[in-house]
């Protein structure tokens, strides 16, 4: 009887690191850290994470996200133009809501940081309530490093209060990181 409770033990701690999110196949291109109750990865460690670091960015909590992760949550497709633009574009990616959803984000401000440090922020409740879209690919084409992906937030004029018709400085494009945090 021992042993068995024994062995139950034993089992119980080998699976124990099989119980946290797995992550898909292929490199991690996005990033959530902050407020979040999901973590599949430990905290920030300098020297891999040195993105996060030149950027002076630090995290305790995090979960990393790769491609096939993005594409595996529901796919939302959203035609959005704006007057500076040569045309609409119709881009396809995961809604930031379903990714806020999947970590479990419990603050009310989302900073959407990308590669060049460019990171503007966004309250939660109108994320929620709008249509704003973590696209990984415009048409078909998957969006490059290099252009606007692999990740490009994208959202339609009036998503949230304040914005103009002609305000596009929100959409940012080459993000890797969004980091929730209790807001003002
Ligand atoms: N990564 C990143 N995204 C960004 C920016 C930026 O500097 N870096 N600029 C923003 C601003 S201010 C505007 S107006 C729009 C359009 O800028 P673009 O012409 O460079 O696309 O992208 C937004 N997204
Ligand atoms: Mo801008």
Known sequence: MRRAAFALLVALVLLLPLSAPSRADGPVVLTVTGAIEKTNRGPFEPFSDVLFATLQESFEK????????????????????????????????????????????????????????????????????????????QGDEPLALGGRGPVWLVFPAGSYAGQTAEDDSGLAWAVFHLKITAGE
Do not use: C
Not at 99 to 125: E, H, N, R
């Open 62 to 137: 995090a979960y990393a996200l790769t491609l096939d992760d993005l594409g595996a949550l529901p796919q939302q497709t959203v035609e959005v133009g704006y007057p500076n633009w040569p045309g609409p574009v119709t881009v396809t990616g995961p809604t930031l809501a379903s990714v806020l959803d999947l970590v479990g984000a419990t603050g009310s401000q989302v900073l959407v940081q990308a590669v060049d440090g460019y990171a503007p922020a966004f309250k939660i409740d109108e994320v929620r309530a709008g249509t704003f879209v973590l696209a990984t690919a």
